[in-house]
Structures are given as structure tokens and as C-alpha cells.
């Protein structure tokens, strides 16, 4: 398990987070930890229950499927395999997707941010529901993606990269000892490093936006930026107005920046971007919600190597904000469908660290 930083190292984190205005020591796994962790054979594993069903699932499908001797043996160049984000590599629940409180943080607090009154208002309603930990309202929930998105137009690459430097440090609403930047389940990483140590290579497949996505994963997970799939804002030259992409010539004068949001990547949107975009049907697929129904049933789908997918169940309200009502449907459409499960709470020896703990 984790252990406490050196004197040093807290020093360091607690200049870092003096410099954003941000109080008290963060303890949870640092991003440098994160890129750290190494398991390339199934003895390594430290963050499963050692009696983990899901865990032994899938070591025996990555002994079978990387074995030349064995009959569903599968090359290299077709181990594929595809993660969700939010509530399957990191918190989903702290508390809301992170690319909505990235962007809310943003409107409500970046003077360099220009929205209307009307943009404002949404981002300031939803802040104070997840600020107190309150259901997000329906009336928002369902406009999230376009409404608070409003927060990405006219950024620039690099601006949203530097600003999304500054949210990582900030602490996570709701856990203790935990930023942003570090909220990534430390099981579901090992099973990264795993699968790339046997030759495996991972995709991120998101419905949270690519830009944000990627400066997420960016030094924390062995993943490329061209390997990050999520949902696309437009892209435009800043003296490019209304005229088309496919008409507008960019000048020397020009930058490029982020418009409005261009397309929602869930559901049937995922598989298209596989195909679009790898190429390779997976082999592996894993993913927390009906936004990833699709992705698994592709991947299952007359596929001509052994597949699998695992659904991770939000079950655990002691280390996490669980909805077990939920967890139990998710359970049972996997059971209906063949899908293997894994329960943060019997599967997961700790999510973020010991020392992470719920404030509520």
C-alpha cells in the first residue's frame, strides 16, 4: 500500500499548493507515482484483493492470449485494448465528470474566461450543487456537455494545457489528500502498466473532451497522446469567423483555438471513433455505464480473437460515492449480456490510496 511521502516531498507539495491559494497536505498517489507503477507480471499486482474473481480473470486471458502455444493466442498488432475515463480510470463521482468541474472551475473563476450571463448563471448552479455535494439538477445534468463547454471556446492548445496544470493541483471536492491531476483508481492503472507489459496497446475512449483528457493523462499513464479518443471540440484559426474549414486558408497571423463543442463522444459515438480512428477491433474493453454498452458489444461482437469486457460497479460507499442501486442494474446487464464485473469494493484492495478518505 502507500505510504506517506518524505518530509521533503510534503515540503514540496505544500509550496505548490500555497502558490494556487489551495490549504492543507495532499497525500494521495503523486502523478511521478502514478507514471511509476510497474506490474508486468501477475504477481505485481498490489491494489486487487488477491482473491479477486476479476483479477483472475483477466491474468488468465492475458496468459492464454499472449502465448504463441495456445489456440486463442492473438498477435501483437491486434491486442487492443479500450478504457473509458471517468469511473473507470479516475473518480466519476468527485463528484461530478472532471471535465465539468474543469470547466465550471473555469468559468466561475478564470477572469480571462468571457461567457455570457446566461453561461455564467448554468456554471454557478452547477457548482453549487457539487460544491455541497447535492444531486446535480436534471435541468443541468442533461446540458452539461453544451452548456458548460462554453468555458473551452477561444482557448488555445497551449492555454487550456497550462490552465489544466493549475486545476490538477487543486484538492478534490468531497476526498481527502487527493487533487485532480493524482484521482486516477490506482487498480485500473496497474492493469494498464499489465496489459502494455504484455504487449497490449490502450486506447482512452471518453465522452469527456480529448484536449482535457489528454493533459490529464499526460505524465500519469503509459497512454500517447494519439491514443486518447474523446469528445472533439471545433478547432478553428482565431481570424477564421464563420467561414468554413474547408474554405478558410490559415494565415501566418493566425492561432488555433477551440470553438464550441463539436461532438458528444458516447454511446454508439464511441465504436464509430474506434473504427474511424484505430482502425482494429478491440480485444478488451472496459467501461462503468450504459455509455459504454456499445463499445462492449463491439468488441464482442463476431470477433475473430478472444474478447473480453469487464464493467467496473460502483459499489463502494466507505472509500468512495458509490450508488449501489446502481451498481446492482450494472450488474445484472452484465450478467445478461456475458460481461465480467469488478467491484471497487471486493475486487480493489484501496482506490486512491489509504490515506484518501471521504469528508462526507
Known amino acids: 500500500m502507500l505510504k506517506g511521502k518524505k518530509l521533503a516531498s510534503m515540503l514540496a507539495v505544500t509550496a505548490m499548493l500555497t502558490s494556487f491559494g489551495l490549504t492543507g497536505i495532499v497525500e494521495g ?19 486487487w484483493n488477491e482473491n479477486s474473481p476479476a483479477k483472475k480473470k483477466l491474468v488468465a486471458y492475458v496468459q492464454k492470449v499472449t502465448n504463441p502455444k495456445n489456440p486463442d493466442f492473438i498477435p501483437a498488432e491486434h491486442r487492443l485494448a479500450v478504457f473509458d475515463m471517468d469511473g473507470t480510470l479516475l473518480g466519476e463521482r468527485t463528484p461530478s465528470y472532471t471535465d465539468g468541474v474543469f470547466y465550471a472551475d473555469r468559468v466561475l473563476h478564470d477572469p480571462n474566461c468571457k461567457v455570457s450571463d446566461e453561461d455564467k448563471k448554468f456554471a454557478q448552479a452547477y457548482w453549487d450543487a457539487i460544491s455541497q455535494r447535492k444531486p446535480v439538477p436534471p435541468e443541468i445534468e442533461k ?17 487550456l494545457d497550462a490552465y489544466a496544470q493549475g486545476f490538477m493541483k487543486k484538492p478534490v471536492i468531497g476526498l481527502t489528500n487527493l487533487t485532480y491531476g493524482e484521482s486516477f483508481y490506482l487498480p485500473m492503472v496497474e492493469v494498464i502498466s499489465y496489459l502494455e507489459a504484455n504487449n497490449f496497446t490502450c486506447y482512452i475512449v471518453s465522452a469527456s473532451d480529448r484536449p482535457l483528457v489528454r493533459a490529464l493523462v499526460h505524465g500519469a499513464l503509459p497512454i500517447a497522446p494519439n491514443q486518447v479518443i474523446g469528445s472533439d471540440p471545433q478547432i478553428v484559426a482565431s481570424h477564421q469567423g464563420q467561414t468554413s474549414g474547408g474554405s478558410y486558408q490559415m494565415t501566418q497571423e493566425d492561432t488555433i483555438q477551440y470553438g464550441e463543442l463539436d461532438r458528444v463522444n458516447e454511446k454508439m459515438n464511441k465504436v464509430s471513433s474506434i473504427v474511424r480512428e484505430i482502425g482494429i ?15 462492449f458489444r463491439y468488441t464482442l461482437k463476431d470477433n475473430p480473437y478472444k474478447a473480453e469486457v469487464f464493467n467496473i460497479l460502483c459499489d463502494d460507499t466507505q472509500r468512495e460515492y458509490g450508488r449501489p442501486e446502481r451498481a446492482e442494474r450494472d450488474k445484472k446487464t452484465s450478467a445478461e449480456n456475458g460481461w465480467n464485473t469488478i467491484s471497487m469494493k471486493n475486487d480493489w484492495k484501496t482506490i486512491y490510496g489509504d490515506n484518501v478518505k471521504k469528508t462526507q
Request: charged share 10%.
Open 29 to 47: 498517489a503523486s502523478r511521478a507515482e502514478l507514471a511509476a507503477i510497474h506490474v508486468n507480471q501477475s504477481e505485481n499486482f498490489q491494489y
Open 143 to 159: 446540458n452539461l456537455y453544451h452548456n458548460l463547454y462554453a468555458g473551452l471556446a477561444g482557448m488555445t492548445p497551449q492555454s
Open 281 to 295: 477491433q478491440p480485444v478488451l474493453a472496459f467501461g462503468n455505464s450504459s455509455g459504454d454498452y456499445s463499445m
